[in-house]
């Protein structure tokens, strides 16, 4: 009997709804299984931000991880990049600390230890924990409590719990609070902003700047450009924060309830037309008509451009990269182009989306790559002819792909753009390679 990756369409998807989404699509029912595509890109670290990279985003801090051998090797690996060799260090749980806890006694005596062969003091040490201390129920703000007695400076904790995934404080929410639980108040000046969302700032180009600028902003903080931790703690000058991602929604309610920093939310989408209408929304709270007609029509003539030369273009998306995939998938079939397949995690949020794919594209394929079926996918009859993202590259290794996952992020008219310059380049070359072939 032939084995077939498991898939839902959108149809079926939209249909079941937000309360019956099968289990093959909910990250927290596949703990242990992982797909050869996420294998393919996170081992032996993963990339992009994760926990580790992100508690690291404070200017001069370090980190010091606290976890068994084999999620240390998984880790540590950190140091190699060149900007953290020097601030990422790693302490060793053996089974008897499993099983007593003993290491949490050690945690405070290495920090200090860690602080006092420094040539410069930190200004911070981010103490990254694992699994392990979840199951343990180590009561970590304890500890680092501790901590900051022996080593005399900041000690937070940084969450790395897998098992949290699924619940309300999932580990890239809680780092965000970590990192900016640092911030201690100051006189706010009324000309300064804070974006909230990534560890990396956005593309030099980004409308979105000039448009602060438009408002009346002069002081544009991202934690990513912060030289120092002087400047960092500006941050805390702010009249109000600007979240550009979800998971830093508790960070900025953080802000409002211990600094007084008010925040307003904006979304990162590919839909041109939802773009306009978010940005007059924003300029509307701040009492303000943007003028974004020249960054709104680059992006509408990259899209006409990529399409008058790709018409047939037929994507696979993927999760592994700087985007919802539903909200790009949704915009590339309201471009006119075709979306066979989409590889993500479901969740209640996603419906938003998939409503409006289950009327424009009922056919598309949603399969998950931590579902063990994913095995067997086969391409040959998919009809995908371009990919965005690594996971969607890795089963389509035939087709052009834009892994679209660099640091720095993509946002607003300045995103679209960008990924539809990438597009027409990546195909054109494809075009070159099979024309060399012939």
């Known amino acids: 009997m032939r084995q077939e990756a498991y ?23 596949h703990l242990i299984y992982s797909s050869p595509a996420t294998l393919a890109f996170n081992s032996p670290g993963a990339e992009g931000f994760g926990v580790k990279r992100a508690g690291l985003a404070v200017p001069d801090s370090i980190m010091l991880i606290v976890s068994p051998g084999c999620c240390g090797r ?17 302490l060793l749980m053996d089974e008897t600390d499993i099983v007593t806890g003993r290491h949490l006694k050690k945690i405070p005596k290495a920090v200090a230890e860690i602080c006092e062969g420094l040539e410069k003091k930190p200004s911070v040490v981010m103490i990254c924990i694992t ?15 501790k901590a900051e007695e022996y080593a005399g400076i900041p000690v937070r904790p940084c969450y790395m719990y897998a098992l949290t995934r699924e619940g309300r404080k999932p580990p890239m929410v809680h780092v965000r609070q970590s990192i900016y639980s640092l911030l201690e108040p100051k006189k706010k000046k009324g000309n300064v902003v804070n974006l909230l969302g990534y560890f990396s700032p956005l593309v030099d180009d980004c409308e979105l700047y000039d448009l602060l600028h438009e408002a009346g902003v002069k002081t544009i903080h991202e934690i990513s ?25 508790f960070a900025a309610e953080d802000f409002h309830d211990r ?58 998306v993927g999760e592994w990269m700087n985007g919802d995939p539903f909200e790009l998938a949704l915009a590339l079939v309201r471009y006119g182009f075709q979306v066979p397949e989409i590889y993500g995690t479901i969740t209640a949020e996603n419906f938003v989306y998939i409503r409006h794919l289950a009327a424009l594209s009922p056919e598309t394929k949603i399969f998950s790559n931590m579902e063990p079926t994913m095995l067997y996918y086969d391409p040959a009859e998919s009809g995908v002819n371009l990919t965005i993202g690594k996971d969607a590259g890795y089963y389509h290794p035939d087709q052009p792909n834009v892994v679209w996952n660099q640091d720095r992020q993509p946002y607003g008219y300045a995103g679209v753009r960008r990924l539809f310059e990438a597009l027409l380049e990546t195909a054109a070359e494809q075009d070159k390679r099979k024309g060399e072939r012939a």
């Open 7 to 29: 898939f839902c369409t959108v149809k079926e998807l939209n249909e079941l709804g937000k309360d019956k989404i099968p289990q093959q699509l909910i990250s927290h029912t």
């Open 225 to 249: 450009r912060c030289r120092d931790y002087a400047e960092y703690q500006t941050m805390s000058e702010a009249n109000f924060n600007l979240v550009l991602h979800p998971e830093a929604r």
């Open 259 to 316: 600094l007084k920093i008010p925040y307003i939310e904006l979304r990162r989408l590919y839909q041109i037309d939802k773009i306009a209408s978010q940005y007059r929304a924003f300029g509307a709270a701040l009492g303000v008509e943007f003028d974004d007609e020249k960054p709104r029509k680059a992006a509408e003539d990259a899209v006409a451009k990529f399409r008058e030369s790709h018409p047939d273009a037929a994507f696979a």
């Open 74 to 90: 998984n880790t540590s690996v950190l140091s190699s990049m060149r900007v953290y060799h020097d601030r990422f260090y790693y």
């Open 131 to 145: 699994c392990v201390d979840a199951l343990l129920g180590t009561d970590m703000e304890r500890v680092c409590h």
